[in-house]
């Protein structure tokens, strides 16, 4: 059970290049999100997918798109990278269990846009 | 628009008890969870509050009040391992019947010998 995984790890991109970062998540989940951290800005919603064949914005979507595979996976493509695009993203899923429900966060991928 | 409010920065010592606070303005308001991360590594959930009260896990405590809009996580018998940054989230209503996650922007705890 390896939990949510992502690839790759780290890239550098130039602007103007695209690249799409893929998670994908063993645990069967329903939801799963895409957020980017900056330093001081906490973890800030990019999209969404509540359930398999549905996609929705978060809070910051503009410059992204994303694409909701199958029940496992849900990628995140930028287009064409700018030095503003700079961050760690992070994919999670969550499960609603008793009311309550836990996201799990894949390691992150550290993205550097020269 | 939703908005949280935690401090930036909390210190204490090893053995101590601290409390690190969470404010929001959201609508459509859930609940609220508090996340552990450690420098370079992914977020980790810790508990999560429904409703007003207490909810004990171990050294750590989570409190809500919604009339208050407010809540707190609690970590006793502080370890050195403990210094992190942790952030509360608030679930909130989206459209389509969805819900979902707005984060604090995380206090960093720093725990002294």
């Known amino acids: 059970n390896a939990g949510v995984t992502q690839t790759p790890k780290f890239q550098v991109l130039k602007t103007g290049q695209s690249m799409t970062l893929q998670c994908a998540q063993d645990?069967?989940?329903?939801?799963m999100y895409w957020y980017r951290q900056d330093p001081g800005m906490g973890l800030r919603l990019i999209y969404y997918?509540?359930?398999?064949?549905?996609?929705d914005k978060g809070e910051v979507p503009n410059g992204y798109n994303v694409s909701r595979l199958n029940k496992r996976e849900f990628s995140l493509r930028l287009e064409s990278a700018a030095p503003s695009q700079t961050s760690v993203y992070f994919c999670?899923?969550?499960?609603?269990?008793?009311?309550?429900?836990?996201?799990?966060f894949g390691p992150g991928t550290r993205l550097l846009v020269l | 628009g939703q908005s949280l409010e935690q401090p930036s920065e909390v210190t204490a010592v090893e053995g101590a008890i601290v409390q690190i606070n969470c404010t929001y303005q959201?609508?459509?308001?859930?609940?609220l969870s508090w996340y552990q991360q450690h420098d370079g590594g992914a977020p980790t959930f810790l508990s999560y509050n429904a409703l007003d009260g207490l909810e004990e896990t171990g050294r750590f405590s989570s409190f809500l009040s919604r009339s208050d809009s407010y809540g707190y996580l609690l970590l006793q018998e502080l370890q050195m391992k403990d210094s992190a940054s942790y952030f509360c989230a608030v679930k909130r209503s989206a459209s389509g019947g969805s819900y979902i996650p707005t984060f604090g922007r995380g206090t960093s705890l720093i725990v002294h010998p």
């Open positions: 645990m069967n989940h329903n939801s």
């Open positions: 959201t609508s459509g308001f859930y609940g």
């Open positions: 999670a899923s969550s499960e609603l269990a008793g009311g309550m429900e836990t996201q799990y």
């Open positions: 997918s509540a359930s398999e064949g549905t996609t």
